[in-house]
Structure formats: C-alpha cells, structure tokens
C-alpha cells in the first residue's frame, strides 16, 4: 500500500490564471507549510474549471447548488472526503486598512499560525487514514 501522502489546495480566487492572486500565494504557504511535514501537493484554481457555486436554486448543469465556503467542507464530506480540523484559510483584510494579501510585506501571524495548523492536521489525518482507513460497510 502506498502511504506516501499528496495534497490538493483548491484555490478559490476569484481571478482566473494566470493572474496575480492573492488566494493562489496564500495556497503555496499551506502547500510549502504541507511539505515540511513530508507531504507533496498542488494547487487548483476553481475559477480556471467549470464548477458552479451555488448562488442561485438552479444554475443548469454542473450545479452543486451549495454556498461557497461554508458548505464546501459540506459538499466534499458528502463526496467522501474528511477535512481535518482548521482544514482551511483565508485572509479577509483589516477592517481599517484593507490590503490585498499578495500585496502585504509580511504574513500576519494569524494567518501564518492558521495555516501551521491546517498542515499539521492534515498531516496527521492524512498519515491516520493512510495506515488505517476506515472500515469497508
């Protein structure tokens, strides 16, 4: 059985490739912060794919008819995916001084703390399911 363990950022930006985004650095950070702890990744932008958000009762084909954030964890547990604890990150600026990410000279500590965590969990979820996945029905 191969435990070697990949991961898969999905980068929800709203500017498709190949522009500057500040939700495609911040992916890096976690993928960067993901391969310290041994564990090989990518990212995927949303935007550059055809999957449908969910803003309307029915958006036509390829509609997952869910909200983007809050139920994306949802959707892709319902898909069968398990999202560790702290299984994402963002950055929503400062209420008085609004900055894009990309543009900030160095990464608030909330967000470096934030996306530590997210890659150790998911290390170690990861490297719990890769020895022992969950029982067959």
Not at 34 to 62: N, S, W
């Amino acid at each position: 059985m191969d435990t070697a363990l990949k991961a898969t950022a999905l980068v929800c930006t709203l500017k498709p490739s190949p522009f500057d985004s500040s939700s495609d650095l911040i992916a890096a950070q976690v993928l960067d912060e993901l391969g310290r702890h041994g564990v090989e990744g990518e990212a995927i932008r949303v935007v550059d794919h055809d999957i449908r958000p969910g803003v309307e009762a029915d958006m036509g084909d390829g509609d997952g008819a869910h909200k983007i954030i809050a139920d994306s964890h949802q959707a892709l547990n319902d898909i069968g995916f398990t999202i560790p604890a702290q299984g994402s990150t963002y950055w929503n600026s400062e209420a008085m001084n609004p900055q894009n990410f990309k543009d900030l000279e160095v990464t608030p500590t909330a967000v470096v703390t934030t996306t530590k965590t997210l890659a150790a969990n998911a290390a170690h979820l990861g490297s719990l399911l890769a020895h022992q996945q969950y029982p067959a029905v």
